[in-house]
Nanobody, 123 residues
Framework: QVHLVESGGGLVQAGDSLRLSCAASGLIFNNYAMGWFRQAPGKEREFVAGINWSGGANKYAASVKGRFAISRDNAKNVVYLQMNSLKPEDTAVYYC????????????????WGQGTQVTVSS
């Protein structure tokens, strides 16, 4: 069974940085693309960033492009989300997800999810 555990969230001020981590188990990690999503209060969950199996390709939501960076360490079964220049609108619960294929395909094909980690950005 796939198990994804996020960590690294917290309360920061606007302009600060945070790095989220997601430790994966129960899967052959380097066989799958990974992603980060977020859900703010009263809003639907939205895609933030995705990375393919090797780390050689990634994809970002327009709202975070240039500020956030996704990476992975296949030796450690961990995917990261480096978040810089944080804004109050980045406040959300951030979820790690595993895709069902090695490449970043349809967003609906992220099929395994972690429990989430809260990120709160104060103005």
């Amino acid at each position: 069974q796939v198990h994804l555990v996020e960590s690294g969230g917290g309360l920061v001020q606007a302009g600060d940085s945070l790095r989220l981590s997601c430790a994966a188990s129960g899967l052959i990690f380097n066989n799958y693309a990974m992603g980060w999503f977020r859900q703010a209060p009263g809003k639907e969950r939205e895609f933030v960033a995705g990375i393919n199996w090797s780390g050689g390709a990634n994809k970002y939501a327009a709202s975070v492009k240039g500020r956030f960076a996704i990476s992975r360490d296949n030796a450690k079964n961990v995917v990261y989300l480096q978040m810089n220049s944080l804004k109050p609108e980045d406040t959300a619960v951030y979820y790690c997800a595993a895709h069902k294929s090695p490449q970043i395909g349809a967003l609906t094909d992220f099929t395994s999810w972690g429990q989430g980690t809260q990120v709160t950005v104060s103005s």
